[in-house]
């Protein structure tokens, strides 16, 4: 049995109620980090995109296990990569690979710089089709953008576009488990070319959908998480608040 903590979009902003609500997350998943085998944390890590607020998730994104990475559209990539790579700071796609206990993450980097939409580029297709191929065993691809309309009417306006290239491409590598990815701030569960699309909750906050009563966002709601549990081939998911 494989599990994998999926986390997304915690906005660290350099206020306490956003550095809290994700110091208690990860708090919580550091409780029973023997049990687990990942933590992902899919995208808009920092709010404005600001080394400080990089310097603060280097310091809170820390666990026994690893804990893998990748932009979102409120994440830029020169101080993303001074601060929490230790890279010099230019302004390529941020994707990497990592692989664990058997199982790789493919963390590919969807954000457009100026734009909240997604994409992913020529490049990080590129690199994503010579991971695949490169290698064997069970892949996840993880991205910010979902590639296809969750019913929220603001979220699918900056969706993933170009997402029928992405399609061709897992395609291509029957190795692809699933896709994994966060933006809309609601967990969500669907398939894109043939496979599981599966989108985390919020921590930050979450999002509404239009049919639900209230404000559309709701940052008093507690924050939330996935885990995808890999066994005999088969992948399985649960949500869970975190109070």
């Not at 929490?84 to 710089?113: K, Q």
């Not at 576009?161 to 969500?188: I, M, S």
């Amino acid at each position: 049995m494989f599990v994998i903590a999926h986390v997304s979009d915690i906005h660290i902003d350099g206020t306490e109620r956003a550095t809290g609500r994700t110091t208690r997350v990860m708090e919580y998943l550091r409780g029973f980090a023997d049990r687990l085998d990942v933590i992902l944390i899919t995208g808009d890590l920092a709010d404005h995109g600001a080394e400080p607020e990089y310097e603060v998730i280097r310091q809170l994104a820390t666990a026994p296990v690893p804990v893998l990475l990748c932009p979102g559209n409120h994440d830029a990539r020169p101080p993303y990569r001074k601060a929490l790579l230790g890279e010099e700071p230019d302004g390529a796609p941020i994707n990497r690979a990592h692989r664990v206990g058997g199982v790789t993450f493919l963390m590919a980097d969807s954000s457009i710089p100026g734009d909240d939409a997604g994409l992913l580029d020529d490049a990080t297709l590129a690199w994503l089709d010579a991971e695949l191929a490169a290698d064997e065993g069970p892949a996840f691809v993880c991205f910010h953008h979902p590639p296809v309309p969750l019913h929220d009417p603001v979220i699918d306006e900056i969706r993933m576009l170009g997402a029928d290239r992405l399609a061709a491409l897992v395609r291509r590598h029957p190795r692809v488990v699933a896709l994994l990815c966060g933006h809309a701030h609601t967990p969500a569960a669907t398939t894109f070319a043939g496979l599981p699309l599966l989108v985390a909750p919020g921590v930050a906050s979450t999002i509404k959908l239009p049919w639900e009563p209230g404000p559309r966002v709701d940052v008093g709601y507690p924050p939330a998480i996935a885990f995808h549990v890999l066994e005999d081939g088969r992948l399985t998911t649960h949500f869970r608040l975190v109070a």
